[in-house]
Structures are given as C-alpha cells and as structure tokens.
T-cell receptor
Framework: DADVTQTPRNRITKTGKRIMLECSQTKGHDRMYWYRQDPGLGLRLIYYSFDVKDINKGEISDGYSVSRQAQAKFSLSLESAIPNQTALYFC????????????FGEGSWLTVV | AQSVTQLDSQVPVFEEAPVELRCNYSSSVSVYLFWYVQYPNQGLQLLLKYLSGSTLVESINGFEAEFNKSQTSFHLRKPSVHISDTAEYFCAVNNAGGTSYGKLTFGQGTILTVHP
C-alpha cells in the first residue's frame, strides 16, 4: 500500500460544483502539502500545514480551501470549480526527521468541464 | 523568495549517450536541493538530494548531481542513459532556514526522452 494515498485518483466535474480531494498518510509525518501540476509550470504549492493546528497559504491558494482533520489527513476543496483548475493535484508529506525530503502521493487528475 | 529555473524543457538523447539536465536556483539563504523524477502516469519520486557535506551526490540508478554554490547550480548528469530513464525530471529547492523553511519550490520540469 502507498504511504501517501489520494482519493479520488480521477474526477470529472462541472463548472460551479464543489469538489473535495482527500489525502491520508501512514508515514507519521507532521507536515502535509497540496501541490498542483500544470504542463510547463512544474508544481506549485497551494496550501501547507506543519501540524494539525497550522494551515498556511501557498503561492496559488485562491479558489481553494483545506482542512487538516488529523495528523494523517489533509483534504483540499474547490468550493466552486472552474475550468482553469483542471490539473494534476499532488498531496505530499514531510517531517524534520525525513531530512526535509518531501514524499508525494500518486496524484489526482481533476477535469472541470 | 526562492526560485528554480530548469534551462531545457525537453532533452532528446540516444540510448547509451551521456546527458545533462541543467538547473539553476536563487535564494537569499542556505538551501537544500532535490531532483525528483516522474515516470509516465506516475507520481513524483525522489531521485537524489543535497543537504550538506559533499557537493557531489549520487542516486542508485547512476544519476549524479553537483551542488555549485558560486554558480547557484545543481545540474543532473548520467554518463549513459537507458530507455527506462525516459521521464520528466524536476529540480527543487527548499530553504534551510527563514520563513520558507520546509516548502519546496519546483522548476518547470525537463522531459528526457531516450531514443533507441
């Protein structure tokens, strides 16, 4: 089983709909992240959380919200999806003991039509 | 603020040829540097990293990268590539301190295509 699990792996949704991407990890890490990947732009940070009570905006947080339900769970929500949010989304984790290495889930493809 | 520039968006190469994927970064503080690889239809996997110590770091599958502080570079090299190395490669930087600590900033990615 993967250490960082994302659900759903693929989703097509309509403009204006609310969509949630969920992430859970079994690595015991305290830090969790959401990134989005777009061709030619690499990965960009949406939100990050260094512990359950800590939530921070990344460079492209507009249109997104997150919830850290537990140390092992970090969900990303699009309250009203729009087509330019079509992308590949990655959840990731790290900890000080991981040598600052960030470990990624397998990604969630989201298409907004 | 920190930034990463990967100088080539695509690198085609023949099997068994050498390859270099170039990466430059900017940061006002000390950095940790990473190369991640993304095989088709998969997530990102750590290839190698520089945290401190020797400026030359190696991966288990023959890649190496050298941290050059004066040129702010962390180029990835392999002396002889295989078809299976075909993937997208991402360079990333993580500040060793300051307010950006713990967050990775990625380059735009380089697609390496190895031809038979």
């Amino acid at each position: 089983d993967a250490d960082v699990t994302q659900t759903p792996r693929n989703r097509i949704t309509k403009t204006g709909k609310r969509i949630m991407l969920e992430c859970s990890q079994t690595k015991g890490h305290d830090r969790m992240y959401w990134y989005r990947q777009d061709p030619g732009l690499g990965l960009r940070l949406i939100y990050y959380s260094f512990d359950v009570k800590d939530i921070n905006k990344g460079e492209i947080s507009d249109g997104y919200s997150v919830s850290r339900q537990a140390q092992a769970k970090f969900s990303l929500s699009l309250e009203s999806a729009i087509p330019n949010q079509t992308a590949l989304y990655f959840c990731a984790t790290s900890s000080a003991s991981s040598g600052n290495t960030i470990y990624f889930g397998e990604g969630s493809w989201l298409t907004v039509v | 603020a920190q930034s990463v520039t990967q100088l080539d968006s695509q690198v085609p190469v023949f099997e068994e040829a050498p390859v270099e994927l170039r990466c430059n970064y900017s940061s006002s503080v000390s950095v940790y540097l990473f190369w991640y690889v993304q095989y088709p239809n998969q997530g990102l996997q750590l290839l190698l990293k520089y945290l401190s110590g020797s400026t030359l770091v190696e991966s288990i599958n023959g890649f190496e990268a050298e941290f050059n502080k004066s040129q702010t570079s962390f180029h990835l090299r392999k002396p002889s590539v295989h078809i299976s190395d075909t993937a997208e490669y991402f360079c990333a930087v993580n500040n060793a301190g300051g307010t950006s600590y713990g967050k990775l900033t990625f380059g735009q990615g380089t697609i390496l295509t190895v031809h038979p």
